[in-house]
């Protein structure tokens, strides 16, 4: 009676061994699933730079190798709001090569279409007939442009003047060639300016005061762009603008207490080197 009860208890464990085992037939379970395909990220960011790559690579992955080479075409979606002239790619599609389990192309940002705002670019993937793609079949790429504030600003520059309150468009009045001295203090970007407005008194006034009035001051790039200048007259009240570091253009607006209107200087210098 023993020996039943061990003969069956035996009979009984071998069962439960081979009854967990997956029916593979001649292939193994890996080869009988199907091919999952999709981009490697759901998001990524270009930053477009004048002088930089302005590149990203894009990769797909598989879910397992194939004999066969494998190719995926990649197209942008309707919901980008950048344009096709806004990046190029190496190839409309990506190969997976045989034997191997990603493939990758590169995309490359214009730099001049490029905004600082930022534009999205949405690809979608397609796979081809028994492939399925999976959870990440889009990918979203925010193409950004990026310009490293300098160092240093130049010291010669050309200005063109403007009274956007007085009707004068930046040009209309006369242009001028301010100098710009780094200060001693090391405070960033700031330079003393010898003439921020050039003949600005004369050329809105009719009685003759060339050469009179100069707004000088100390003018600062910050870390964000943004431009201070402060003046050193009493008169000379200051003003905001901005730096693109793209172009080495700077953009302000100066107020002033010298005349009884409080009406404001529009300036725009470029760099003359």
Same mark, same amino acid.
């Given at each position: 009676?023993k020996?039943?009860?061990?003969?069956?208890?035996?009979?009984?464990?071998?069962?439960?061994?081979?009854?967990?085992e997956p029916d593979?037939g =001649?292939?193994?379970?890996m =080869?009988?699933?199907?091919t $999952?395909?999709g981009?490697?990220a759901?998001?990524?960011t270009?930053?477009?730079?004048?002088?930089?790559?302005?590149?990203y690579k894009?990769s797909? +992955?598989i879910?397992?190798?194939?004999t066969?080479?494998?190719?995926?075409?990649v197209?942008?979606?309707d919901?980008?709001?950048?344009?096709?002239?806004d990046y190029s790619?190496?190839?409309?599609?990506?190969t997976?090569?045989?034997g191997?389990?990603?493939?990758s192309? =590169?995309i490359?940002?214009d730099f001049?279409n490029a905004?600082?705002d930022?534009?999205?670019?949405?690809l979608?993937?397609?796979?081809?007939a028994g492939?399925f793609?999976?959870?990440?079949?889009t990918i979203?790429? =925010? $193409?950004?442009k990026s310009? /490293?504030?300098?160092d240093?600003l130049?010291?010669?520059?050309?200005?063109?003047?403007?009274?956007?309150?007085?009707?004068?468009?930046v040009?209309?009045?006369a242009?001028?060639?301010?100098?710009f001295t780094e200060?001693? +203090?090391?405070?960033g970007l700031?330079?003393?300016?010898?003439?921020?407005w050039?003949?600005?008194v004369?050329e809105?006034t009719?009685a003759?005061?060339?050469?009179?009035? /100069?707004?000088?001051?100390v003018?600062?790039?910050?870390?964000?762009?943004?431009?201070?200048f402060v003046?050193d007259?009493?008169w000379?009240?200051?003003?905001?603008?901005?730096?693109d570091?793209?172009?080495?253009?700077?953009?302000?607006k100066?107020?002033? +207490?010298?005349?009884?209107?409080?009406?404001?200087a529009?300036?725009?210098?470029t760099?003359?080197?």
């Open positions: 009676m020996n039943l009860f061990y003969t069956i208890l035996s009979a009984l464990f071998i069962f439960s061994i081979t009854s967990c593979t =001649d292939e193994s379970y =080869d009988n699933r199907e $999952i395909a981009f490697t759901s998001s990524a270009i930053f477009a730079t004048a002088e930089g790559t302005n590149s894009l797909i +992955a879910s397992k190798q194939s066969t080479d494998m190719n995926f075409d197209s942008m979606s919901s980008s709001t950048a344009a096709a002239d790619m190496s190839a409309s599609s990506v997976v090569k045989a191997e389990l990603s493939g192309l =590169d490359v940002a001049d905004s600082f930022g534009k999205t670019l949405v979608e993937l397609t796979a081809s492939v793609v999976g959870s990440v079949g979203s790429i =925010d $193409i950004i310009c /490293p504030i300098p240093s130049p010291s010669s520059w050309t200005a063109e003047l403007g009274t956007e309150d007085l009707g004068a468009a040009g209309d009045l242009s001028f060639t301010p100098t200060t001693p +203090a090391d405070d700031s330079y003393s300016v010898d003439n921020a050039g003949e600005f004369d809105v009719s003759d005061y060339s050469g009179q009035f /100069p707004y000088s001051g003018l600062t790039v910050n870390s964000d762009g943004t431009v201070d003046g007259a009493s000379a009240t200051g003003g905001t603008g901005i730096y570091a793209c172009t080495g253009v700077i953009t302000l100066l107020s002033q +207490a010298l005349f009884s209107s409080s009406f404001t529009d300036v725009v210098y760099p003359a080197n």
